[in-house]
């Protein structure tokens, strides 16, 4: 059974940096068909993708917040780390991780279940 | 950067009708576009993938067509369970981005 689970801070400061894992099960993240993105969905707003990691350490941001994330795995733990500094009130969203599927025109196949991060003094 | 745009922002039906989704990109995305389901307080679930290809044990009421730019998502007979917010993404690969639509809310009317 393929899962994926975040992990992370509730609450965060602005300006502070914050840290999120994805800890997978039931895939490994060296296959060469799948990877894994993050995304994020502010409350009662669309769903906004971040950042994704391939089996190969290729990386790809979202142009916007580009400058401010970094996205990291490590396969040995099955864990994918997203950072995204200098937060603003305007990151508070749910995050979620989700694997795609190469042979799905890399459609988001398994979600987490999402971990919600306030930003605020 | 690809934006996609999805029609209409939503869409009032009464169970057992019929229901039609619209998605457009902004440039070609050829069939690299999906579809998810997402309810209330839960992730989004993988609907179709491919532009058209159902994801496993989808009932066949839901089905979509499209390629290039423009996308369709067709729901038959609305069961009570398919009132939910629809989003299409697109994926490129040059370089590698997802963009999701702004998504339909799908309501009981």
């Known amino acids: 059974q393929v899962t994926l689970k975040e992990s992370g801070p509730v609450l965060v400061k602005p300006t502070e940096t914050l840290t999120l894992t994805c800890t997978v099960s039931?895939?490994?993240?060296?296959?060469?068909?799948?990877?894994v993105s993050w995304i994020r969905q502010p409350p009662g707003k669309a769903l906004e993708w971040l950042a994704h990691?391939?089996?190969?350490?290729?990386?790809s941001y979202q142009t916007s917040l580009k400058s401010r994330l970094t996205i990291s795995k490590d396969t040995s733990k099955s864990q994918v780390v997203l950072t995204m500094t200098n937060v603003d009130p305007a990151d508070t969203a749910t995050y979620y991780c989700?694997?795609?599927?190469?042979?799905?025109?890399?459609?988001?196949?398994?979600w987490g279940q999402g971990t919600t991060v306030t930003v605020s003094s | 950067e690809i934006v996609m745009t999805q029609s209409p922002a939503t869409l009032s039906v009464s169970p057992g009708d019929g229901a039609t989704l619209s998605c457009r990109a902004s440039?070609?995305?050829?069939?690299?576009l999906a579809w998810y389901q997402q309810k209330p307080g839960q992730a989004p679930r993988l609907l179709i993938y491919?532009?058209?290809t159902r994801a496993s044990g989808l009932p066949a009421r839901f089905s979509a067509s499209g390629s290039g730019t423009r996308f369709t998502l067709t729901i038959s007979s609305l069961q009570s369970e398919d009132f939910a917010v629809y989003y299409c993404?697109?994926?490129?690969?040059?370089?590698?981005?997802?963009?999701f639509g702004q998504g339909t809310k799908v309501e009981i009317k």
């Open positions: 989700a694997r795609s599927l190469l042979q799905f025109h890399y459609a988001m196949d398994v």
């Open positions: 039931g895939f490994s993240l060296s296959n060469g068909r799948m990877s």
């Open positions: 990691i391939f089996s190969d350490d290729q990386k």
């Open positions: 440039q070609t995305v050829s069939r690299n």
């Open positions: 491919g532009a058209s």
């Open positions: 993404q697109q994926y490129d690969n040059l370089p590698p981005s997802w963009t």
